[in-house]
């Protein structure tokens, strides 16, 4: 019979697929020359840099940027060998002579040129970051790069990943990106679209050490159980942020080590201060007296980060180190709102202020796993103070939307704090009553010593008057830090040289990181 | 015939235009959101807040300040040059993106559903010469759990048993073909007991029928007439069943791609549709409403070339 | 069946046949009986606040103290679980009845009116059925914000369909039966032979529908929530709940166990109810499955 036989086959077919492939996943990741095979934890749409610039130049290792940071978020120099301001407007980047690309073309001035307008075009933020006009090349090793408005933060943005410099070759001629071709470390070897995953090969012609590694793999693995378990079976090498709760269980397996570190990010609460009760410092102080910072980095994070004392981590130069922050203390929170004038006085269990009850909503996003059961934490501490505080959780885009049109209370996110590694950047675009008419905080203090704060010349100074304002936002409170955000970094024990690096935006790689023989 | 497949046709495409309209209206519900969603999803990270500058620039990029029949008619006309246009994440083609996440659906639908055949349709027969035994009461009920049970809840404990707990198989991700495994067997599951059930019914009124009584009585073999008369019957509405099933998988299976990160259509369009990645999500839903339409027409015919007594395009 | 009912001499006995006879229906009815126990009594039967978190007890094993364990915020999962009844009943019930309502008002409409209406009606069902309703009601949610409201507001615009699809079949034949041309004749007006001739007779098939589609929008609105487009934390939703596991399958796999379980048992009660009601109603269609 037709149908019988037809299905003889088929069952075959798949009984044989099933054994064929059974055994496959288990193989080790590394064999013969040394390769890095890295677990990445966003899913990858696109590989150009001038949008997805933090894989291409953190990850992935192709590309470089002009200008490059220290550990402690100080400037360096980079692809630039040096810079300085000619006029408010103008300023001069000489370039580094001994840089090719993975292409064998000399990186100069006309290149540097091309890929920033090419950038620029491209991915809007770039212009909103660095307020570049025009770029023109000098001679062959000096650019001169020209901004809209005065910007003294023109380095530090350049720093930003998607400014990375790629080769003409990288495009085809309608100007479509073919392969980044960059300055780094590693050269893009090949790139699957369907799933996202990349390999790279060392750069031997690297202008500064050249990796130990022959091979350097990017497998895209948005899901955290499965990058555990990927690292577990041998399959990656090394990855971050598996889920939090099985770090513990991680660090126990024989072969891997898991570090806890932080990198320039932190839990936030946004509050409308345009709008009762938060436009009440006492209500802001209580709230962040009543919310227990410890418990949440402890239970909910699972030890991965650190309760916040202020807007910056401590090790980053201008973090003022002498905040003390708003320790957990429920009771001095219930006094503050009392003065305030909000007590339950129909006993009902909720604070009420001319018989209007305390009911607010706290908005966040899923995208940081983090994020949503810690919003149900400050709830449930919230509840103890007797504030009815109701989460939702929504797409972070929606979040902003909302906010934007002005009906909202309370948004909690996950901010980046030194996406451009500059003082003034983060206050700025927080704080600056100009900048941030979603949450309405409006200091002319602030403002002015902003102000100064980027027009400044003198870094340290710079990093003074940033305190200073640190200060004042500590004593006003117009945002709740809860946490620093922590990154884990879990890999097998015989990855070699890897130091974090917490101006990552995820986790940074360098061409320092080997495989011990 | 040919002239029924013609309407058919015509209604079909019909169909789907009101379909992609549909999608286009909901998308833009939330007036004004689209280029901020853009922005954050495709240029500036999902935790930055947009400039204004930010958002005309791709307002203007997009043309997304047009009325919203403007942009329908900008995009129909084009895409009926056969141009989808361009993903704003992605930045690739939106022919050229669906093209590659296609093989991985179409891969999980064809082995998923040759797997729930393979074992729904020998135990539907099973259960239907043995009927009312213990063989029979067992599948029917191990078909109605599978039935109930929710594809997300049934791949997690497929990945506790199997990936964890056994270290079987992936937990996500398509890199290797036993990654396969999972998707399929959890799709399977709920299809085959669909399957199984109505093969069952069906055999059952096949075999009640009077011609299967008049073969019994020449003295046939039971199993030759099962074999002979029985099946080939009985199979009509399990084509019908089938068909649609296929049809909704080669859509993509939202749930169980997102589980198991598969990088199938299913999971583009839930991106895409978070992203608001308008060019996509229309290239989505044609292609989606389109196999839908077709298989639906295919059973039809297949109908009318299995049951002689169905003939299309002459009734009206 | 005649002849058991003949032999059946006292009331109890005639329970009993019954019983046996629709054994299915029986335990059917038993078992959703159960689930809208579990939902009405919840806040009695609940041995904790199903939403207080205490986050020293977080992802506890199950114990005399919690049975079903704590989940990752310290709530009592049992507790939640029975709220999570609560929750996707009431959700249910309320989308069976408006799509139930206007899918059945729409129907009879497109089936007795016949013509432009008919034919209106009847394009907007098939542009509604043109591609899976889970990718429509994703679309219009993610238009409109994740939330019940939503998914309530989203499913019912995507499950009306069946039901005007089903009565207008129904209304179709009906037209033509002997008992409607006659109350036509007797000068009966378009709205009286509607609601009192044709809609009697449409009822019970609607009914199970309804029965089979409360089932099937358990699963959907859990499948949304699994999304993160449905219920909102810390509100107790079986998909939520399964979804907020997700990162804790490895340790404590009974925080996504228990809520499937719950789900699975639910649609399970609903979907036998309406295939046992189906058969009570029409015996001929007995182990047919509508799709």
Not at chain 1, 263 to 291: C, Q
Not at chain 1, 435 to 449: A, E, F, Q, T
Not at chain 2, 94 to 106: H, K, S
Not at chain 2, 163 to 185: D, E, H, T
Request: glycine share 6%.
């Amino acid at each position: 019979m037709r149908i019988k036989s037809l299905s003889i086959v088929l069952c075959l077919l798949v009984i044989s697929l099933l054994f064929s492939t059974a055994g496959c996943g288990v193989k080790p990741a590394s064999s013969g020359n040394q390769s890095l095979v890295v677990g990445e934890i966003w899913k990858i749409d696109n590989i150009d840099p001038a949008t997805n610039g933090t894989l291409t130049m953190e990850k992935a290792l192709i590309t470089e940027t002009l200008v490059g940071t220290k550990p402690n978020f100080e400037l360096q120099p980079n692809l630039a060998s040096e810079w300085q301001r000619i006029d408010p407007n103008t300023w001069k980047f000489s370039l580094r002579k001994d840089v090719k690309f993975h292409d064998g073309t000399t990186f100069n001035a006309e290149a540097v040129k091309w890929s920033l307008l090419r950038a620029i075009q491209i991915n809007p933020q770039i212009v909103s970051f660095t307020k570049i006009k025009t770029v023109e090349a000098e001679n062959d090793g000096i650019v001169i790069i020209t901004t809209s408005t005065p910007n003294s933060d023109l380095p530090a943005s350049l720093h930003y990943s998607n400014t990375s410099i790629i080769a003409k070759s990288s495009v085809d001629k309608d100007g479509k990106m073919i392969r980044p071709i960059g300055t780094g470390a590693f050269k893009l070897e090949q790139y699957d679209p369907s799933t996202g995953d990349l390999k790279m090969s060392k750069n031997p012609d690297y202008w500064g050490t050249v990796s130990k590694l022959d091979n350097l793999e990017i497998r895209a693995l948005p899901d955290p159980n499965t990058r555990a378990l990927a690292l577990e079976k041998g399959e990656i090498d090394f990855t971050c942020d598996p889920p939090y709760n099985e770090l513990a269980r991680l660090e126990k397996v024989e072969g891997l080590k898991v570090e806890l570190n932080k990198t320039a990010r932190t839990y936030i609460i946004e509050m409308n201060l345009n709008e009762a009760p938060f436009n009440d410092v006492r209500v802001r102080k209580a709230m962040s007296y009543g919310i227990d910072r410890e418990s949440i980095v402890k239970n909910v994070l699972f030890g991965c980060g650190e309760a916040a004392k202020g807007p910056y981590m401590p090790g980053m130069a201008w973090t003022n180190e002498n905040l003390k922050g708003y320790p957990y203390n429920p009771a001095k929170a219930k006094q503050l709102l009392a003065e305030a004038g909000w007590q339950d006085s129909d006993g009902d269990g909720i604070v009420d202020h001319n018989g209007k009850p305390m009911r607010i909503t706290l908005m966040t996003y899923p995208q940081r796993p983090g994020l949503p059961p810690m919003a149900e934490a400050v709830q449930a501490q919230f509840k103890n103070l007797g504030i009815d505080l109701k989460t939702e959780i929504m797409d972070s885009s929606a979040m902003s939307n909302i906010a934007a049109k002005g009906k909202w209370d309370m948004k909690m996110s996950a901010f980046a704090t030194a996406m451009i590694p500059s003082p003034s950047y983060h206050l700025n675009i927080l704080y600056y009553s100009k900048n941030n008419k979603v949450i309405g905080y409006n200091n002319p203090d602030v403002d002015r010593l902003i102000d100064q704060c980027m027009v400044e010349e003198d870094q340290q100074k710079k990093y003074a008057l940033s305190k200073q304002v640190q200060q004042i936002l500590e004593d006003e409170e117009p945002v709740l830090p809860i946490a620093y955000y922590g990154v884990a970094v879990a890999m097998k024990s015989r990855v070699n040289n890897f130091v974090f690096n917490p101006t990552a935006h995820d986790y940074m790689l360098t061409n320092e990181v080997n495989i011990k023989e | 015939m040919g002239r029924f497949i013609c309407k058919r046709l015509a209604a079909t495409i019909l169909v789907i235009v009101a379909a992609s309209m549909l999608t286009f209206g909901i998308l833009h519900l939330t007036p004004g959101s689209t280029p901020a969603t853009i922005l954050k999803y495709a240029f500036i990270g999902l935790e930055e807040i947009p400039t204004d500058a930010e958002i005309t620039e791709i307002t203007t990029r997009f043309k997304l300040s047009d009325p919203l029949y403007q942009q329908y008619y900008r995009w129909i006309k084009q895409a009926l040059r056969g141009d989808l246009g361009d993903s704003y994440v992605y930045r690739l083609p939106v022919a050229e993106l669906i093209g590659l996440r296609f093989p991985a659906t179409a891969l999980l639908a064809v082995l998923s559903v040759t797997l729930s055949l393979l074992i729904s349709i020998p135990l539907g027969i099973l259960c239907a010469v043995k009927r009312n035994t213990f063989f029979d009461h067992f599948n029917r009920l191990l078909a109605l759990f599978a039935v109930a049970m929710p594809s997300f809840w049934l791949a997690y404990l497929l990945i506790i048993v199997f990936s964890l707990g056994f270290n079987l198989f992936p937990v996500a991700g398509f890199r290797s073909l036993s990654s396969l495994v999972l998707p399929c067997v959890t799709l399977a599951a709920g299809m085959g007991a669909v399957t199984l059930r109505i093969m069952r019914s069906s055999m059952l009124e096949v075999m009640g029928q009077d011609y299967i009584l008049t073969a019994r009585s020449k003295g046939l073999y039971e199993r030759s007439v099962i074999a002979k008369h029985a099946l080939k019957n009985a199979f009509l509405p399990v084509v019908t069943v089938v068909g649609l099933q296929f049809g909704h998988m080669l859509g993509g299976s939202v749930i169980v791609e997102t589980v198991f990160s598969w990088p199938g259509i299913g999971k583009l369009l839930i991106d895409s549709i978070f992203a608001k990645d308008i060019p996509v999500v229309q290239g989505c839903i044609l292609l989606i409403a389109g196999t839908y339409a077709l298989v639906n027409l295919l059973v039809d015919l297949s109908y009318a070339l299995m049951d002689p007594r169905i003939r299309y395009g002459r009734e009206s | 069946m005649d002849v058991i009912l003949l032999s059946a001499k006292t009331p109890k006995k005639v329970v009993l046949r019954f019983l046996k006879q629709e054994s299915m229906l029986a335990v059917s009815g038993a078992a959703v009986l159960l689930v809208i126990m579990v939902a009405l009594l919840g806040p009695l039967i609940m041995p904790h606040d199903p939403i207080s978190v205490s986050l020293t007890e977080k992802v506890q094993t199950p114990s005399f103290q919690y049975p079903f364990g704590t989940d990752p915020l310290g709530r009592c999962i049992l507790s939640r679980v029975i709220q999570g009844t609560r929750t996707s009943l009431t959700a249910a019930v309320v989308i069976v009845s408006i799509s139930g309502i206007g899918g059945v008002l729409l129907g009879l409409l497109a089936g007795y009116k016949g013509g432009g209406v008919d034919s209106l009606i009847m394009r907007l069902v098939d542009v509604l059925l043109a591609f899976p309703s889970i990718i429509l009601a994703m679309a219009l949610i993610v238009s409109m914000g994740p939330g019940l409201e939503s998914v309530i507001v989203a499913l019912t615009l995507v499950h009306w369909t069946g039901y005007a699809r089903l009565v207008r079949a129904e209304v179709l034949t009906l037209k033509q039966a002997e008992f409607v041309e006659g109350a036509r004749a007797l000068g009966n007006s378009s709205s009286r032979i509607l609601f009192k001739y044709i809609l009697p007779n449409v009822l019970a098939p609607v009914l199970v529908m309804a029965s089979l589609d409360i089932a099937h929008i358990i699963l959907s609105m859990a499948s949304l929530s699994f999304l993160g487009l449905g219920a909102q934390p810390p509100e107790a939703e079986w998909g939520a709940m399964i979804n907020q596991g997700r990162e804790f399958i490895r340790t404590a796999p009974y925080v996504t166990l228990f809520p499937g379980l719950a789900l699975m048992f639910s649609i399970l009660a609903f979907s036998l109810l309406g295939d046992s009601l189906r058969d009570y109603f029409d015996p001929r269609l007995r182990d047919k499955v509508i799709e």
